[in-house]
């Protein structure tokens, strides 16, 4: 009863083997044909009392349908370790004849000869060093293949079904020892990911060369899921094909660019398709590609984008409360007024307050894609009886290197942390309710030029100059709807100044910020009319220097210089993954500085986290005690479990949650070592 099922020596002796074919080939190059499907499989007639409709031709009758249909041909080059290039020759979107695909040869290669590999999370390959942790195998059966080898079909069972594991089944020839194919599945529980079902994986191989040289011939992903009464699935299929295992690729020609997608690729006709196709189109493919086809040259027609563009700009009462939008789709603008009704706010400064504002946006060329945007507002404050009107004129130049110049003035409430390390819904709420008011406004006079633009990959330069003039404000307001009799509202002083003090005395400066970003190893994808940045496996480095030069006031100039190292999701294996921040910056020489000048910190004083810079910021820190004009340290730490811990609790692992730790840490001439410590889910 206790005799160890014939899998396991099967399965030792596949890990035994596991990196002899992990390391095997060198370098390669082969063919990639990706097609990609993603499907509505239903959906509800409305939602949050909007009606669906057919979304735009999408859905029949059965409220089923294509929703994304899309093949392409690549030239995928691959040198180990981990070195890939993939150039994308020839690209087909239903619908869309000057798109480019978005599949990608690269995602279809899951190589389970690593010990894990990163789906949603990281995921215990079943023939890891360590998969007998993870897995139990069962002997299904066996079979001899066209070639008269011994093939062994085993069953992968997790051990513990909510862990970092996939199931099913697993096919190793018999002597080689190598995975012959595979037919798993991975739910949304296991990656982490509560919109999928199921995904299932899919992958055959093919032997390259004599003897034992195998490689992926076809994988396929297909997968469903569901969100807010959406239900919907998908496929992806990659056919590698072509393989060269001896392509002398030189040194320089792996970069920071893993894929490139040629200028012609989408200018394909049908003829090439038809011949390129290793897998025929279904009859609902074949369909959807007419239908879609056909859609795309009424939607370009100027009758069609006139009848949109009527139907779109027809002004509804609900515009009063919001933004109206009135658009010209064949010259690619669009006019945009934002209604007093929707910038309704309250602070203690302007007391209720109302705002409205306009802008013309428009876009530039079909590759290029360039944008021009010029907006003015303006807004009253009733208790404080003021105006603040200000514009601002930007323009995208260089979309595909972030390249953008703005030129904006006028007059505005601005926090003396310009981070705002809390938001003014947020403040408005605590004012109302809680009779409680954090935030800290000074009044600015402003003309200011910005300029950005990446200059060579992962180095982003923005440079800065701005006339400014500043002066203090007092509260105008003392309304809350609770606490009226039992709270006072602070005044609108930052913690720990009088209003009398120097620091907040009107002053005029000019203000020189710059600024680099350095993403070194920044991995890229090159579009003909735009990057995607994947990121980078090292840290982000941040360096700024600002100058201040007081024209008016009894402050002097200052030189403030920082810099930042920084690494998001940093996978620990199984464990998780770690994300870090530590920062340090000073103030040169001059140190009687207006308090707007001072270096601030993401603190947090209410009882909600509602900022998204959750490893930037700090949960309890005063928002300006510990503001200071010398040196300053901080560091933040924080540790993501991905279900590491909370899959091995047998209710709470249902739940789908992680746990997560955190430290923080502070230190300035002021203030010697301050410390915070976090967990939550």
């Not at 739910?187 to 199921?198: A, H, K, S, Y």
């Not at 703005?406 to 709420?429: A, C, D, F, M, V």
């Not at 207006?594 to 928002?623: K, M, W």
Request: charged share 25%; proline share 4%.
């Amino acid at each position: 009863a206790n005799a160890e099922d014939p899998a396991y020596p099967i399965i030792r002796n596949a890990i035994a083997k596991r990196k002899y074919y992990l390391n095997q080939v060198e370098e390669y190059k082969c063919d990639v044909y990706v097609k990609g499907s993603i499907k509505m499989l239903d959906a509800p007639e409305r939602i949050l009392g909007q009606d669906i409709g057919d979304m735009e031709g999408m859905l029949d009758s059965t409220r089923q349908g294509i929703l994304y249909l899309s093949e392409s041909v690549s030239e995928y080059y691959f040198k180990a370790p981990d070195k890939t290039k993939e150039v994308m020759i020839s690209s087909k979107v239903a619908g869309n004849d000057n798109g480019f695909s978005f599949n990608s040869a690269t995602d279809m290669e899951m190589n389970f000869y690593r010990n894990r590999v990163e789906i949603g999370r990281q995921i215990v390959s079943p023939i890891a060093d360590a998969a007998f942790n993870f897995y139990k195998y069962r002997l299904e059966g066996s079979f001899f293949d066209e070639d008269k080898r011994l093939i062994y079909k085993i069953n992968v069972v997790p051990k513990n079904a909510s862990g970092p594991v996939v199931a099913g089944a697993i096919y190793i020839a018999d002597g080689s020892w190598n995975i012959y194919s595979t037919d798993l599945f991975i739910t949304g529980n296991n990656m982490l990911q509560p919109l999928i079902d199921t995904m299932y994986i899919r992958q055959t191989y093919v032997l390259a060369k004599a003897p034992d040289t195998w490689r992926i011939f076809s994988q396929t992903y297909e997968f469903t899921g569901a969100i807010m009464g959406f239900k919907f699935g998908g496929a992806f299929t990659g056919i590698f094909q072509n393989y060269d295992l001896n392509p002398n690729l030189p040194d320089d020609f792996f970069g920071s660019t893993i894929m490139t997608v040629n200028p012609d690729a989408n200018k394909k006709d049908s003829s090439y398709w038809n011949a390129s196709r290793p897998v025929p189109l279904t009859e609902e493919e074949q369909h959807d590609y007419q239908k879609k086809d056909s859609l795309e040259v009424v939607r370009n027609s100027d009758t069609y984008l006139d009848s949109i563009d009527r139907q779109a700009n027809h002004f509804e009462i609900e515009n009063l409360l919001g933004e109206y939008n009135y658009r010209n789709s064949k010259k690619k603008s669009q006019w945009s007024f934002e209604s007093p009704l929707g910038n309704a706010d309250y602070n203690l400064v302007q007391g209720f307050a109302l705002g409205a504002g306009v802008e013309y946006r428009k876009t530039y060329g079909v590759p290029e894609r360039k944008r021009m945007a010029i907006g003015a507002n303006i807004d009253y404050g009733f208790s404080e009886k003021k105006w603040r009107p200000a514009a601002s004129f930007t323009y995208d130049y260089n979309r595909k290197f972030n390249g953008v110049v703005q030129l904006s003035g006028g007059e505005k409430l601005t926090q003396y942390n310009e981070n705002e390390p809390i938001s003014e819904g947020l403040s408005t709420l605590y004012n109302v309710f809680f009779r409680r008011n954090y935030i800290r406004f000074f009044n600015e006079k402003f003309l200011q030029l910005k300029w950005q633009q990446e200059i060579a990959n992962g180095v982003l330069v923005q440079l800065s100059g701005k006339r400014t003039q500043r002066s203090f404000l007092w509260n105008n307001a003392d309304y809350s709807l609770f606490y009226r009799d039992s709270r006072d509202f602070d005044e609108n002083i930052p913690g720990g100044l009088w209003f009398d003090d120097l620091r907040l005395s009107e002053n005029k400066a000019y203000i020189l910020d710059v600024f680099i970003r350095l993403r070194p190893g920044q991995k890229i994808i090159d579009y003909p009319n735009q990057r995607v940045k994947l990121g980078t496996d090292w840290p982000e480095i941040r360096v700024g220097l600002k100058k201040g030069i007081l024209t008016e006031g009894r402050q002097k100039d200052f030189l403030k210089i920082y810099g930042s190292i920084a690494k998001e999701d940093l996978k620990i294996g199984v464990a998780g993954r770690s994300s870090f921040l530590v920062e340090a910056g000073m103030f040169t020489k001059e140190k009687l500085l207006y308090f707007a000048d001072y270096q601030h910190f993401p603190g947090n004083e209410t009882n909600v986290i509602l900022d998204n810079r959750f490893l930037s910021a700090f949960r309890a820190l005063p928002y300006y005690t510990y503001s200071t004009n010398d040196r300053w340290f901080r560091a933040h730490y924080e540790h993501n479990f991905d279900g590491f811990i909370m899959d091995k609790l047998p209710l709470l692992k249902k739940l789908n949650i992680s746990l997560v730790g955190g430290a923080a840490y502070l230190k300035t001439p002021e203030l010697d070592g301050y410390w915070e410590l976090s967990a939550g889910l």
